[in-house]
């Protein structure tokens, strides 16, 4: 168990619907990172917020946004749906020490099916 | 963009056979990570490497990061099905790129009893 926690752990939609992925990161971390698994596109990082803030952007849709709240959890918000965003969505958590490179603990995952 | 290749994309072993995964850089590594998925599950962290030449173990696995910090070796000593599973590596692009991780395609291995 590395300590991030994910909600839901299955989530099944039709396409144009909207849906809310929730992390947790692990005690004590402050930043928390979105990453995106396909069979075809493999993991990909979608975005990263420290302490509150966007720290990073990867290939990320403007369909999708996220956001952290005060007390740290994270939330991926997707929009617009459609067959391709089905994949699994992992959130990562790290301590988020400025300058060094930082282990990320990922959680379960949520596994995302657009019908 | 940095990219990450592995190979080999998938592997049968022997129960008790020796094995090693490789992981290779287009650019130089800041930092190289080191991770196994069970299938549909979340990614648990083995290893991180940062410094060219270096070498760290735990149990039977051993990852080694070259001394010009574009290359990553995962070697599995004596193989039981419990290391079975996809492992990924994952690099820093550069410092203060914001921490965020590329993946390789990953390597499926199957370790046969």
């Known amino acids: 168990d590395s300590g991030v926690t994910q909600t839901p752990k299955h989530l099944i939609t039709a396409t144009g619907q909207r849906v809310t992925l929730r992390c947790s990161p692990r005690?004590?971390?402050?930043?928390v990172y979105w990453y995106q698994q396909s069979l075809d596109q493999g993991l990909q990082f979608l975005i990263q917020y420290y302490n509150g803030e966007e720290r990073a952007k990867g290939n990320i849709l403007e369909r999708f946004s996220a956001q952290q709240f005060p007390d740290l959890h994270s939330e991926l918000n997707l929009s617009s749906l459609e067959l391709g965003d089905s994949a699994l969505y992992f959130c990562?958590?790290?301590?988020?020490?400025?300058?060094?490179?930082?282990?990320?603990?990922f959680g379960p995952g949520t596994r995302l099916t657009v019908l | 963009s940095q990219e990450l290749e592995q190979s080999p994309q998938s592997l049968i072993v022997q129960e008790g056979k020796n094995l090693t995964i490789n992981c290779t850089s287009s650019?130089?590594?800041?930092?190289l990570y080191w991770y196994k998925q069970k299938y549909g599950e979340g990614l648990i962290f083995l290893m991180m490497l940062q410094k060219g030449g270096e070498e760290k173990s735990h149990e039977k696995i051993t990852a080694k990061l070259d001394e010009k910090k574009q290359q990553s070796s995962l070697h599995i000593t004596a193989s039981q099905p419990s290391h079975a599973g996809i492992y990924l590596c994952g690099a820093v692009p550069a410092r203060n790129a914001g921490n965020m991780l590329t993946f390789g395609g990953g390597t499926r291995l199957m370790v046969k009893p």
């Open positions: 650019k130089t590594l800041y930092g």
């Open positions: 005690s004590g971390d402050l930043s």
């Open positions: 990562a958590s790290s301590s988020g020490t400025s300058g060094s490179v930082d282990t990320q603990y």
